[in-house]
């Protein structure tokens, strides 16, 4: 029988519902962990949750102590960050009164590892005298970086800056833990001095709950995501602004479906060929209602958790390199590649076109994120960094 260890996990969100990808990765990751051990959650939250939210996880975790983000305390330190040089990123989330509680509350468990996700967590537990664990997730230096490249005036400023705290924010977290993992190859290479203490552990998909929808699509293209996210905002702007007017011209009956949180922000671009859709309850409902997914992303950093659920649902994906480059899918056989619009509108059309392609990428697609991305075997080699 093997004895229940305390494993301590530090969250910057609380990680339920599943409508960020930092949250799914969590929760996951937790549900795993607390099969064999007991798992004690620490969730930072700038907005209310739910008695409902919160009891999910009380029925899976030893305890759950949830932390307010007061908007003074946010605004305080946010300020704070300009002046003693770091990422904005971490003053955000960062609260001295919170890491107190927190440290206090850590004392009590004796817990045998600590367990952080992202940079934003990382002041609270630099100093705590336990094993210590930081799940850098994505490499949001590099994040930021690409996000310079798309911008003007002040926010071109504001990038530029961020990217060059983060990057050397990321360097002292290799040295304040014990073990650090991240989502991707790529993205470790982005980070690493010393690659071997680095892990990449990636995300997964339950191949078992999204799989081939029956519903006929009545979508050409879709795009799904937390449209609050600045990278997934570019992307529904390059997709209707960009690459709709030239797919209009070689196909004039298109139509294409946006879906995701936040969505409502992109109500004005509804039409009676673009339909935006907000929260949906059932995600795997959304995925099938169109032929084709595209990801015209060309910021962010990491592995889009999106496209491997349209993957595993077998619906054919298009994705720039970018975005490709933490999937690491086999292009023309996995998936289509493009990079700007006219690629996109090419690549699309193809796919409407040639059954056989179509076809071959919905196989190759499901096989792929079988084979590569289990849940299962990530979170079996997450624990074996936890637990060494």
């Known amino acids: 029988m093997t004895l229940r260890k305390k494993i301590a996990i530090l969250l910057s969100r609380f990680p339920y519902p599943l409508d960020k990808g930092d949250k799914l990765r969590a929760y996951h990751q937790i549900c795993f962990l607390a099969q064999q051990h007991d798992v004690y959650l620490f969730a930072l939250s700038d907005e209310v949750i739910l008695e409902s939210h919160q009891q999910h996880l009380s029925v899976i975790c030893k305890s759950v102590h949830i932390f307010p983000l007061s908007k003074s305390g946010i605004s305080w330190q946010v300020l704070a960050s300009f002046f003693n040089q770091q990422p904005v990123q971490v003053g955000y989330f960062y609260?001295?009164?919170?890491?107190?509680?927190?440290?206090?509350?850590?004392?009590?468990?004796?817990?045998?590892?600590?367990?952080?996700q992202l940079s934003r967590t990382a002041l609270y537990a630099k100093d705590l005298p336990y094993y210590k664990v930081i799940d850098f997730q994505d490499a949001f230096s590099t994040n930021y970086a690409?996000?310079?490249?798309?911008?003007?005036?002040?926010?071109?400023?504001?990038?530029?800056?961020?990217?060059?705290?983060?990057?050397a924010f990321e360097m002292r977290m290799l040295k304040w833990f014990d073990a650090s993992t991240i989502i991707s190859d790529f993205d470790k290479q982005q980070i690493a001095t010393q690659p071997n203490h680095i892990h990449v552990i990636a995300n997964g998909v339950d191949a078992d709950y999204f799989k081939a929808s029956p519903q006929v699509p009545s979508y050409d293209i879709m795009f799904l995501g937390n449209l609050a996210y600045l990278p997934n905002k570019q992307a529904v702007v390059f997709l209707v602004?960009?690459?709709?007017?030239?797919?209009?011209?070689?196909?004039?009956?298109?139509?294409?479906?946006?879906?995701?949180?936040?969505?409502?922000?992109?109500f004005g671009y509804a039409s009676k060929q673009i339909h935006i859709d907000g929260w949906v309850d059932d995600i795997r409902d959304a995925y099938g209602k169109a032929k084709i997914f595209v990801a015209p992303l060309v910021a962010g950093a990491g592995l889009q958790n999106k496209l491997l659920?349209?993957?595993?649902?077998g619906v054919p994906c298009i994705s720039t390199s970018i975005t490709n480059a933490s999937l690491f899918a086999k292009e023309e056989i996995d998936l289509l590649i493009a990079d700007d619009e006219q690629q996109f509108v090419n690549q699309i059309m193809r796919l409407l076109a040639d059954e056989n392609l179509y076809h071959s990428l919905q196989t190759n697609g499901r096989k792929f994120v079988e084979t590569n991305y289990s849940w299962e075997q990530a979170n079996a080699k997450l624990l074996r960094v936890l637990l060494p």
Do not use: N
Not at 109 to 114: A, F, L, R
């Open 241 to 266: 602004e960009k690459i709709f007017p030239l797919l209009k011209k070689v196909k004039p009956d298109c139509r294409i479906y946006i879906g995701g949180a936040s969505g409502e922000h992109f």
């Open 146 to 167: 690409r996000l310079y490249q798309t911008m003007q005036g002040m926010q071109k400023y504001f990038y530029q800056r961020e990217g060059k705290l983060m990057k």
């Open 95 to 116: 609260s001295p009164s919170i890491k107190e509680k927190i440290s206090i509350r850590l004392q009590e468990i004796q817990p045998d590892v600590v367990y952080c």
């Open 309 to 313: 659920e349209a993957m595993s649902m």
